[in-house]
């Protein structure tokens, strides 16, 4: 089993629409979560941050995080186009302060 | 401005050839990474700094090499062990604040392609 999972997608939504990305994680000591934009030949960009179980809203994203189900998501509100990326999931174990990814998921939102 | 700069941002490396990849930041932070990612895939960790003069070794550190001689400073070296190093090279930082992982940002990234 992979550490991070993720749906490689590519995830269609219409402009203005809900996009819900979603991430499975393998080992409960992990500790923090990250959720990270990348555009095609581009570096990632942080989007959120989270740490403890529950929503954490910031603007048009909404990043969730479940710990008894090992389970991240990331929910983006009205979706432009300009969204249209392919989104990083990325958490790091207690005491150790390494990045592990997930493959992404391609995101493209349809005008 | 503060950041993250990496250069060159595209690189050949010839056959036999070690080269360079340069990494500074300017944002006072105690940790520097690099990664590498391959088309389609998800980045992968090669070494790791958390204080000057101390590096790890992360998941794929085979015919890398680095340094952390000054704390803004954090250069990969692709050596001619490694046998596969077309890929796209980001270097990150953070701080570090206590048993709390404090997110990472990354430069621009470096561009690597054999010749």
């Known amino acids: 089993q992979k550490e991070v999972e993720q749906n490689s997608g590519p995830l269609s939504v219409p402009e203005g629409a809900i996009a819900s990305l979603n991430c499975t994680y393998s080992d409960r000591g992990s500790q923090s979560f990250f959720w990270y934009r990348q555009y095609s030949g581009k570096s990632p960009e942080l989007i959120m941050f989270i740490y403890s179980n529950g929503d954490k809203e910031d603007g048009r994203f909404t990043a969730q995080l479940n710990k008894a189900s090992q389970y991240v998501s990331l929910l983006i509100r009205d979706s432009q186009p300009s969204d249209s990326a392919t989104y990083l999931c990325a958490v790091i174990r207690y005491g150790q302060g390494n990045l592990i990814f997930g493959k992404g998921t391609k995101l493209s939102v349809k005008p | 401005d503060g950041g993250i700069t990496q250069s060159p941002k595209y690189l050949f490396r010839k056959e036999g050839q070690n080269v360079t990849l340069s990494c500074e930041q300017n944002?006072?932070?105690?940790?520097m990474y690099w990664y590498r990612q391959d088309p389609g895939q998800g980045l992968r960790l090669i070494y790791y700094s958390q204080i000057v003069n101390d590096f790890q070794k992360g998941d794929i550190a085979e015919g890398y090499s680095v340094s952390r001689e000054k704390k803004e400073s954090f250069p990969l070296t692709v050596t001619s062990a490694q046998k596969n190093p077309t890929a796209f090279y980001l270097c990150?930082?953070?701080?570090?604040?206590?048993?709390?992982?404090?997110?990472?940002?990354f430069g621009d990234g470096t561009r690597l392609s054999i010749l």
């Open positions: 990150a930082s953070s701080i570090s604040r206590g048993n709390r992982n404090q997110p990472q940002h």
């Open positions: 944002l006072n932070h105690d940790a």
